[in-house]
């Protein structure tokens, strides 16, 4: 495994996942680990993006493997976090109590990844209220990793993005139909994280 996308959404991420897990190729040679801010009842993510999406799609169980070319998502009721185990994320369901943000919360998913994985993941934050994603964007950013925000004029929830526009300096600010070439990319290269784009961020 070279690359770790982890992706964190909260309202109005939905339609930003789909769009971006949809055009997605069946080779995608990393996994994506998706958090969504999502009550005991669930939400409609699986379903939508088993309709949309050529990788299969699962919730993550505790103790079990990542594998490239495949979605995981958070399951409600417990933090979704990742350790390394030998070239692969092993996936490890935890309880880590919030004042604010029942789990799964977005920023133990970051966390986990960047101390695992350092340089060789890919972050991004999607739509939703308040900040939840922006610690952890900051954390793999400092250990070399990528990170990529939503642009928040594309975003039905614009607080998320705009906020770790303000707490980071992001890699690149994109509208959701232009993050999937971008992870495809970067998946399927070594190279430097790429420059800032100014432009995007004025």
Same mark, same amino acid.
């Given at each position: 495994?070279? @690359? ?21 190729? %069946?080779?995608? /040679?990393?996994? =994506? ?22 990788? /299969? ?7 079990? *493997?990542? @594998? ?18 030998? %070239?692969?994320?092993?996936?490890? *369901?935890?309880?880590? /109590? ?10 133990? *998913? ?8 350092? @340089?060789?993941?890919?972050?991004? *934050? ?19 990793? =990528? ?13 998320? /993005? ?9 890699n690149s600010i994109l509208r959701s139909d232009s993050i999937a070439p971008a992870l495809i990319a970067l998946a399927g290269a070594r190279h430097e994280a790429p420059a800032c784009d100014a432009a995007l961020q004025t």
């Open positions: 495994m070279d @690359k770790l996308v982890v992706i964190g959404a909260s309202a109005g991420g939905i339609d930003a996942l789909a769009t971006i897990c949809a055009d997605l190729p %069946v080779d995608f /040679p990393a996994p =994506v680990l998706i958090v969504t801010h999502v009550g005991p009842e669930g939400n409609a993510l699986h379903e939508v993006l088993a309709q949309r999406c050529v990788l /299969p799609v699962r919730y993550g169980e505790h103790g079990q *493997l990542a @594998k490239p070319s495949e979605i995981v998502i958070a399951a409600p009721g417990r933090h979704l976090t990742v350790v390394r185990e030998g %070239v692969n994320a092993g996936l490890r *369901l935890v309880d880590e /109590p919030h004042p604010y943000l029942r789990p799964p919360a977005i920023n133990p *998913l970051f966390h986990s990844a960047a101390e695992a994985f350092g @340089k060789d993941v890919i972050g991004v *934050l999607l739509s939703g209220f308040l900040d939840d994603g922006v610690e952890g964007l900051r954390h793999i950013q400092a250990r070399g990793g =990528v990170i990529i925000v939503q642009d928040p004029s594309d975003a039905q929830v614009p607080d998320m /993005p705009a906020n770790a526009i303000r707490g980071t300096t992001p």
